[in-house]
């Protein structure tokens, strides 16, 4: 399967995380043990989606070849995989969450407010008349900014739903202001599987 930069809204704010995750992996694995190798044809990285029960196995390979020669990627390649993780389980690490949740919020956030003027044009700023995907991308949009928690600006606003995950305001739901969204309850492939189902209304 591949993420195809002429086609998918989203591509460049994955590609950016997917280089700078690993860019990142790599100055760990060099602090630690000293020496640091290029990634080859078959090195991955697996990124989990709770929610939508993917893995995607993602070959940066091509990418980092194509980034570090000063040019700009035109698609990124990646395998899937079914999986099954129970609904409370947790990501452990620990002190070392904070730099991929940041990553994750900026891929997440950069592409919603990019597309948000798209999305307004085709089917108008009324919350009511968004597609469910969109409601639902709003909420976890608005989690950013409180806390990483989720949040309803209207506390009378109908529930937002995607792929079985539901969040409603705290008038109908006292405990969902204290869910954790990111790194919770969404993994960073469900934020690209959010965005991959976000763009399909955008076609």
Do not use: C
């Not at 992996?25 to 020496?35: H, I, K, M």
């Not at 698609?75 to 990553?103: M, N, Q």
Request: hydrophobic share 40%.
């Amino acid at each position: 399967m591949e993420i195809i930069r002429s086609r998918d809204n989203y591509f460049d704010d994955v590609a950016n995380f997917v280089i700078t995750l690993v860019s990142l992996t790599l100055a760990a694995e060099l602090y630690v043990t000293g020496t640091a190798a290029r990634y080859a044809t078959n090195h991955r990285i697996q990124l989990d989606a709770k929610q939508a029960g993917r893995r995607l196995l993602i070959y940066p390979h091509t990418l980092l070849n194509e980034v570090f020669a000063l040019r700009w990627p035109s698609k990124l390649s990646f395998e899937e995989e079914r999986i099954h993780t129970p609904s409370d389980a947790v990501l452990k690490l620990g002190a070392l969450e904070r730099p991929p949740y940041a990553l994750e919020q900026s891929m997440y956030v950069n592409y919603f407010e990019r597309q948000r003027p798209s999305l307004e044009a085709k089917y108008g700023e009324n919350i009511t008349g968004l597609p469910e995907d969109w409601n639902f991308a709003r909420v976890v949009r608005n989690s950013v900014a409180h806390g990483n928690a989720v949040f309803f600006h209207n506390s009378r606003a109908k529930s937002v739903s995607w792929r079985g995950l539901t969040y409603a305001p705290t008038t109908y739901a006292p405990t969902d202001n204290r869910r954790r969204v990111m790194n919770g309850e969404l993994w960073a492939a469900d934020l690209i599987y959010l965005m991959m189902d976000m763009d399909g209304h955008l076609k």
